[in-house]
């Protein structure tokens, strides 16, 4: 049975710093990423881990890291430089890797597995 467990949302005021985790459970050698919902707003892709290489949205890169340590099979992303913009819940996905393409974080839907979300609140 697949398992996804967020941690690590909060509040923080603007510039400051936020690490997200996602411990996996149930599956190895998947595609895994990081999305998030604003409300009012559709779910769209921060970051994913495809076929060893890293893609980022436009509106977070060079502030958020996404990484992964296999040994604990956790997924992180590490926000900085946090803005009020960035408010969102932050969702932790994975899918079989043969879904997988280098636009999948442009594509929710491909991914098959979901965690239950963590808040993350920027104050301007």
């Known amino acids: 049975q697949v398992q996804l467990v967020e941690s690590g949302g909060g509040s923080v005021q603007a510039g400051g710093s936020l690490r997200l985790s996602c411990a996996a459970s149930?599956?190895?050698?998947?595609?895994m990423g990081w999305f998030r919902q604003a409300p009012g707003k559709e779910r769209e892709g921060v970051a994913v881990?495809?076929?060893?290489?890293?893609y980022y949205a436009d509106s977070v890169k060079g502030r958020f890291t996404i990484s992964q340590d296999n040994a604990k099979n956790t997924l992180y992303l590490q926000m900085n430089s946090l803005k009020a913009e960035d408010s969102a819940m932050y969702y932790c996905a994975a899918t079989p890797y043969r879904l997988c393409g280098v636009n999948s974080i442009q594509a929710p839907e491909v991914f098959r597995y979901w965690g239950q979300g963590t808040q993350v609140t920027v104050s301007s």
């Open positions: 881990r495809y076929a060893g290489s890293t």
């Open positions: 149930g599956f190895t050698y998947a595609c």
